[in-house]
């Protein structure tokens, strides 16, 4: 398998500008989950799905992010308009409800000037 | 309000030693408990999880004790090598009624010194 797909791995923009994040999970997972990764506030949940449901999204920032999951085999995260304080690595991870264990992918290191 | 306290922050070991990294959690319906090892760059990689049905967990060189009562757990890693030096996460979530999101501690960075 080749695990959890991110993309981009890397992206620039200014602020203001709308962002899209992009994320395969591991196919037959069905629990999908959204973390940001900051140096001030480490590892963080945003939101996770289950079949392709929103469960949790309590830890979205605010109105401006935004996570979709149209089907099991892909989900999006965006952030309209982008701010510089959004600056982060956000990992995409899936899970089965079999074990429980999260598998992370390569992360989007997403900076907003 | 942090739910997953980590310790220390950073370590220095030296090859072959024993690196032990220690975790504590508030919420006591937390009832899976994994760790992490991150690379640089990368993301992080499952390396070993425990339930608290069990006192501790081995798998390989790594080990993770578990203290239910205290609400501690912590990870071992036996005769260390200068390849395992990475930052070092301690999660925790419920899974009761299906998967919960993670609850992340701040990190070890720790440095094996050949």
């Known amino acids: 398998d080749a695990g959890v797909i991110q993309s981009p791995r890397h992206e620039v923009t200014e602020m203001g500008q709308e962002v899209t994040l992009r994320c395969k999970p591991i196919?037959?997972?069905?629990?999908l989950f959204w973390y940001r990764q900051t140096m001030m506030r480490g590892l963080e949940l945003l939101i996770y799905?289950?079949?392709?449901?929103?469960?949790?999204d309590s830890g979205m920032p605010e109105d401006r992010f935004s996570a979709k999951m149209p089907n099991a085999s892909f989900s999006t995260l965006k952030i309209q308009p982008s701010e510089p304080r959004d600056s982060a690595v956000y990992f995409c991870?899936?899970?089965?409800?079999?074990?429980?264990?999260?598998?992370f992918g390569p992360g989007t290191r997403l900076t907003v000037t | 309000q942090q739910q997953v306290k980590q310790s220390p922050q950073s370590l220095i070991v030296q090859k072959g030693g024993i690196s032990i990294i220690n975790c504590a959690y508030e919420?006591?319906?937390?009832?899976?408990f994994p760790w992490y090892q991150q690379f640089p760059g990368k993301g992080p990689a499952l390396l070993i999880a425990?339930?608290?049905?069990?006192s501790e967990k081995k798998e390989g060189r790594f080990t993770i004790s578990f203290n239910k009562s205290a609400k501690q757990f912590s990870l071992h890693i036996m005769d260390s090598q200068p390849g395992d030096s990475a930052t070092y996460f301690c999660a925790a979530s419920r899974t009761g009624g299906g998967a919960d999101g993670l609850t992340f501690g701040k990190g070890t960075h720790l440095i094996i010194q050949p």
């Open positions: 425990i339930r608290p049905d069990v």
């Open positions: 919420n006591t319906a937390f009832d899976y």
């Open positions: 196919s037959g997972h069905d629990y």
């Open positions: 991870a899936s899970s089965s409800t079999n074990t429980y264990e999260q598998y």
């Open positions: 799905f289950n079949n392709n449901v929103p469960i949790d």
